[in-house]
Every structure is written in structure tokens, then in C-alpha cells.
């Protein structure tokens, strides 16, 4: 576990193992089939070559250098060909700025032509100093803000989940008056089916309990498919409904420990371990072949315990940037 973990940065901490699912339609050794062929993508986040031009990282990947060289750390991610970054877990004290104003962090990201269209902040951040939020998101740039957690005691409670879903109403109905959307990032938990909820799926819920128009969704695309749901199938049902997504990879090891627990959930049963993205079993060029159908607008690469931080985004990079599909 590094010293700043995720917990420090979102309220959260992050352990598992991987579960042994039957393998869905969009594995990369499967032989799936495409029942449509994608549509032309000319505008937006997307080349005539059906590519992604704009290739993002989450922050998170290289905390720990940025802890010691935050303006270094940026200067190399831009470097590396990034054009977008997202951060993790700004709060009202700026503590994802590592004690940057977000004024002085605007100007290092305009400084190596970076952009950060989203940031991740805590629940409690959501709940009880959204106006500062906003305020420091305004400054930075950032164009969504997303929670990523919801505490597993409030996850258990009855009406749990409902409450989220109305604060998340709320946060995105006045977030939309200043120009920002609102936003909820998964992980696994979200497709076990909840006690609390009378067996339904919690992710389920939350796209049927918010409104589209005011809360996004940034899907994972590695913890969805390590729960073993099929991104595709959310695509199809709700359309336009992730601007934003998670890439990071996974590679099954039942020998592997269960590190991610936190973020997996009871369903899943084995192990396994992430890796930089076309290094696992995901297969992005089938689902990035969808992304006009899901609206995704940003591409952000993670990895939460990258091997060599620096090594490993330049891998991830590289792979998306020569992506075509």
C-alpha cells in the first residue's frame, strides 16, 4: 500500500480478487461478434480514423510523484503525449492539489497544454462543501465532477442508496447552474445485488433513480468487467449516459491476493491483478467500437498500483494512441 493511498484521497481503500464469472461478450480471447458495425465518428473526441485524439490520465496513477514534484510530475505526463488529465480527490483544503491554489494549478496545466476536465472528490465533499467545490472546479477547469465512493455502512443501511441518489441529484441540479456536471465513477460493489435494495443491482438503481440530464456516469471499464457485467449492455440501455471512462486492464491469477477487495465486492470470487491497458483481457478495440452509442467525450487511463509509474502510463499511451477501431 503506498503512503498516500486511495482511502487518503477519496474516503475509500481499494483490496480484491476477481471473480470467476462466465466470460462475457466483450473478453478479448472470446470470439464475439459484432451484430452492427460502429457508425463514423467525425466529430468530437474522435480522428477520422476512428482513434481517440485526445488521450487522458488519471492522476491518481502517479501520486506518489507528484507528492514530491507535483509541477515535474504534470511536466512528464504531458510529455508522454498526454492531452487531458483528471485529479483525485480535491476537496474545499485542495489537498487533490497537493496544497496548490487551484489558480496556480491552472496555470502549470496551461503551461504544458493539459487540460483537466474532471476531478474526483469525496461523498462528504459532495454533501457538506459543494459551493467550494464548484468554486476551485471553475478555476482548475475541471468540466465534471465525480464521486467515486459511497461508504459501505450507507451502502448497508436501508435507503442508503436512495439517499445517494437524491444527493446526487441535488449536487447535479446546482452544479449545472454554474457550468459543471455532476458525476458517480463504479467500481465492482455496484453489481452485487444489494440487501437494501431487495436484490437489485446498486449501479442499476443509481441509473434509474438519477436523472440523466443531471448526474453522468464515468464507467470503469476494468471493475465492470471484472464483475463480470458486459459494458456493452449499458451502452445499448443507456445511451449517451458516460461521457467519461476509466481504462485500465486486468490480468486473472487465482494466485494473486485478495489486494482490491474493497473495490470488488462479495460476488467476485477469484483473483487477479491490473495491468497497463493491452496488457489484460479486455478487448478495447470491440468497445471503444461502441463509444458514440455511449457518449464517451474522455479517456482517462488508470492504473491504482502501477509496477513503474512513469513506464507503465507510457505503455497505456501508447496502445490508445495507436488504437483504431
Not at 435494495?197 to 456516469?217: C, H, I, Q, R, S
Not at 497497463?276 to 491504482?304: C, P, R, T
Amino acid at each position: 500500500m503506498p503512503p498516500m493511498n486511495r482511502r487518503t484521497f477519496i474516503g475509500t481503500s481499494v483490496a480484491a480478487t476477481l471473480a470467476a464469472a462466465a466470460k462475457p461478450a466483450w473478453a478479448a480471447d472470446t470470439a464475439h461478434s459484432l451484430a452492427r458495425p460502429p457508425a463514423a465518428h467525425s466529430v468530437g473526441r474522435f480522428a477520422a480514423a476512428h482513434s481517440i485524439d485526445r488521450v487522458g490520465l488519471q492522476l491518481y496513477t502517479v501520486r506518489d510523484a507528484m507528492k514530491t514534484d507535483f509541477e515535474g510530475t504534470i511536466a512528464k505526463v504531458a510529455a508522454t503525449g498526454y492531452k487531458e488529465v483528471e485529479f483525485a480527490g480535491i476537496f474545499a483544503a485542495n489537498e487533490g492539489y497537493f496544497g496548490r491554489s487551484p489558480k496556480d494549478v491552472r496555470t502549470i496545466l496551461d503551461k504544458n497544454g493539459l487540460a483537466a476536465p474532471s476531478c474526483h472528490t469525496g461523498y462528504n465533499v459532495v454533501e457538506k462543501k459543494w459551493p467550494e467545490a464548484l468554486e476551485a472546479a471553475k478555476i482548475v477547469g475541471h468540466s465534471y465532477i465525480i464521486c467515486p465512493w459511497i461508504d459501505e455502512k450507507q451502502r448497508a443501511e436501508p435507503g442508503g442508496w436512495k439517499r445517494a441518489a437524491d444527493l446526487f441529484n441535488k449536487a447535479g441540479e446546482a452544479s449545472q447552474k454554474v457550468g459543471i456536471r455532476f458525476g458517480y465513477h463504479n467500481h465492482s460493489f455496484e453489481f452485487d445485488p444489494a440487501l437494501s435494495l431487495g436484490g437489485k443491482l446498486p449501479y442499476d438503481f443509481l441509473l434509474a433513480e438519477t436523472d440523466a440530464k443531471l448526474v453522468a456516469m464515468e464507467m470503469d471499464l476494468c471493475w465492470i468487467s471484472v464483475a463480470g457485467k458486459d459494458p456493452l449492455a449499458y451502452f445499448e440501455k443507456y445511451p449517451g449516459r458516460f461521457p467519461l471512462v476509466h481504462v485500465k486492464d486486468w490480468v486473472k491469477d487465482t494466485s494473486t491476493p485478495s489486494e482490491y477487495q474493497g473495490a470488488m465486492g462479495q460476488a467476485v470470487k477469484f483473483g487477479g491483478r491490473m495491468a497497463d491497458v493491452g496488457q489484460g483481457s479486455i478487448d478495447w478495440k470491440n468497445l471503444f467500437a461502441h463509444s458514440e452509442k455511449a457518449g464517451i467525450q474522455h479517456y482517462f487511463v488508470e492504473n491504482d498500483y502501477p509496477k513503474s509509474a512513469f513506464d507503465d502510463i507510457k505503455i497505456s499511451y501508447d496502445y490508445l494512441h495507436a488504437l483504431s477501431f
